[in-house]
Nanobody
């Protein structure tokens, strides 16, 4: 069921950076909205970032990561990138990428995405 594969997770210190990648050998990202969600132990899965399938290069970010994270696409490599800068301990979570076709009003909703990866763990220490 994990048609998408995340990579790039690991350990970082506060203020450091990590780059997460998401790709698929079976499915294309072209023409689809893509998103990153994260889930910390004991917490609900929450929206992090999304790039819509239409509307140019519009980027949607959770308030908690604005100014620190960016989402981008490498269409030639069928890859989604989440660049995470100025990391905080609160960013510690398993990060999941997802694909879907949400309308604008649902771009941040988990239910809008039908294809998911298994996740990659990010651990940020003080």
């Amino acid at each position: 069921q994990a048609h998408l594969v995340e990579s790039g997770g690991g350990s970082a210190i506060t203020g450091g950076s990590l780059s997460l990648s998401c790709t698929s050998s079976e499915l294309t990202f072209s023409g689809y909205s893509v998103a990153w969600f994260r889930q910390a132990p004991g917490k609900e899965r929450e929206f992090v970032a999304a790039s819509r399938w239409s509307g140019g290069s519009n980027m949607y970010l959770a308030d908690s990561v604005k100014g620190r994270f960016t989402i981008s696409r490498n269409n030639a490599r069928n890859t989604i990138l989440l660049q995470m800068n100025n990391l905080k301990p609160e960013d510690t979570a398993i990060y999941y990428c997802a694909r879907g076709r949400p309308i604008l009003s649902t771009v941040r909703m988990i239910s809008s995405y039908t294809t998911w990866g298994q996740g990659t763990k990010v651990d940020v220490s003080s």
